[in-house]
């Protein structure tokens, strides 16, 4: 039989389920040959979407990162002859997934220009302000990208869309999206999520005051917007009334908030992102992530007693806003304070690439190395190395060092949630305490059985290192399963479904 060649078909869309977020579930990069290999992420959207199960016509739109990105857009564009391509669902573990092939320059202003350089510097007081941020010519064409790039996002969805649909846009990157999807196609039924911080009031006004409304006019075009905590809630509801002078109410301690803005009122609701216990435990004792505990039980050695040696664990992208230098520097001076533990003690820290088109993220990449390797040569002797520093991803590492950890450093200067924070008390085996930065989005959840710490404040962060260390074992374990248990009241699955429960 002679297949029927593709035709262009004229049937009407059918997703009643949507995602759109900046990074999809799948990224593909060139093999030597040419071809091109799909790798697939995880996250908490990943498994949310598999939770609605298959029966669901489900769509999620993303963006091309890269060259090679671009090329699988452009392959299933033709595969599709004409209509709106997907990628090939063996690339995708079945999802239907529609990337789409924003030109390089547009995309690069749009994520690199506004949204990294921009938005996340705002909602995580990233600015060294006596000499930035000043909005320029530069920034006038990169807002003029993000609006395109934030347009050909509510084009794709507003295509996709079938008559009421529920969709879920997510992130900084998207902030315009809503109010754009909402004037193509206001059938449909829309949330928007931050995974972000939110800035509080004062420093929002950073931002032009165009910008600064359009970003939240953008986010109100949605029925409601969803955030992580209530703090981050509370202050995207603070920069409404003062930028917008939009009316808020609050009902029930606070703890029920909407915001009305030219006649139309969004909800605003938050779902703390929980750890995946499930996956994680199961994940966490295969034979790769042994290995790999074997391997670092080997690079931290024994004390000069002959037990392990203790490990003050951390997990991170080498992120400005994780502060990983204060860290190091908290940790030199608990070793200055406290020369009893010198041999007895490693900091494992795992600090792995991101963002390293930006030069700031590469400056403060390398500072991570000097300051790691000056704690090294101030203090390290002959088969103690005081800070063992990884800067390659790898997944099973990081759950074997979650394993053996004593001590977990989480000392975000600021941080939509944490997800470290909440994956290391559900995999440790022998309980581990947790040193956490009161200015994390987990700490609403996680502060009671953590130490807290100020991020700011590297004496105070050394003391803590010290408490952590010296925590009797029973009650380390004892906080462990309570933390554990905080961490995973809300697991992937249902904070998705919760989110589209509230929009149906
Ligand atoms: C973190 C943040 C998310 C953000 C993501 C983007 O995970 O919590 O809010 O969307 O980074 O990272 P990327 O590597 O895609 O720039």
């Not at 593709?6 to 040419?34: E, F, I, K």
């Not at 951390?314 to 041999?343: C, M, Q």
């Not at 993220?361 to 520093?389: C, H, K, M, Q």
Request: charged share 25%; glycine share 8%; aromatic share 8%.
């Amino acid at each position: 039989m002679v297949a029927e060649p593709a035709t262009p078909s004229a049937q009407p869309p059918h997703a009643q389920v949507l995602v759109a977020s900046n990074r999809g579930p799948v990224a593909y990069s060139a093999a030597p040959d040419g071809t091109l290999q799909a790798k697939r992420g995880g996250g908490g959207l990943v498994s949310g979407l598999s939770a609605i199960g298959p029966d669901t016509d489900a769509v999620w739109v993303c963006a091309a990162l890269g060259d090679d990105d671009r090329e699988a857009a452009r392959q299933a564009a033709q595969r599709a002859a004409g209509r709106t391509g997907k990628l090939d669902p063996e690339d995708t573990g079945g999802q239907s997934v529609r990337m789409l092939d924003i030109p390089e320059e547009t995309f690069r202003d749009a994520y690199n220009g506004v949204a990294n350089s921009v938005l996340w510097f705002v909602h995580h007081l990233l600015y060294q302000t006596p000499v930035e941020p000043s909005f320029d010519e530069d920034f006038t064409r990169q807002w003029t990208s993000y609006e395109r790039y934030n347009a050909a996002f509510a084009d794709a969805l507003a295509e996709e869309a079938g008559e009421g649909a529920v969709v879920l846009v997510q992130d900084y990157h998207l902030t315009l999206v809503p109010a754009l999807l909402r004037a193509r196609r206001p059938d449909l039924r829309i949330g928007h999520f931050s995974h972000t911080p939110w800035a509080p009031p004062d420093y929002y006004a950073l931002l032009p005051d165009e910008t600064a409304a359009q970003v939240l006019r953008g986010i109100l075009g949605a029925d409601r917007a969803g955030f992580l905590t209530w703090r981050w809630a509370e202050a995207f509801a603070d920069c409404c009334a003062r930028v917008l002078g939009a009316e808020v109410t609050s009902r029930e301690g606070g703890h029920e908030l909407t915001v009305s803005y030219e006649g139309r009122t969004t909800r605003v609701g938050v779902h703390g992102l929980g750890a995946d216990a499930d996956f994680l435990r199961e994940r966490a004792h295969r034979d790769d992530v042994a290995e790999r505990m074997a391997q670092l039980r080997t690079q931290v050695g024994t004390g000069p007693d002959g037990a392990p040696r203790r490990t003050v664990v951390r997990v991170d992208r080498t992120e400005l806003s994780k502060n990983i230098v204060r860290g190091l520097r908290a940790y030199r001076r608990f070793l200055a304070d406290h020369p009893e533990w010198h041999e007895r003690v490693v900091h494992v820290a795992f600090a792995y690439p991101s963002r390293q088109d930006l030069e700031v993220y590469r400056d403060y990449t390398d500072e991570v190395s000097r300051v790691a390797d000056g704690i090294n040569a101030e203090f390290g002797r002959g088969g103690w190395t005081p800070v063992v520093l990884h800067v390659k991803d790898d997944f099973a590492r990081s759950l074997a060092a979650y394993r053996l950890a004593d001590v977990a450093l989480v000392n975000p200067i600021r941080d939509g949630m944490n997800l470290v924070a909440k994956e290391v008390p559900v995999v440790s085996d022998d309980g581990c305490a947790l040193v956490l930065s009161r200015e994390a989005g987990a700490f609403a959840e996680l502060g009671e059985d953590a130490l807290v710490v100020n991020p700011y404040d590297v004496t105070a962060t050394a003391e803590a290192l010290h408490e952590a260390l010296t925590m009797e074992r029973d009650e380390r374990a004892e906080r462990t399963k309570r933390l554990a248990a905080a961490a995973t009241a809300l697991p992937p699955e249902r904070w998705f479904l919760d989110q589209l429960n509230a929009l149906r």
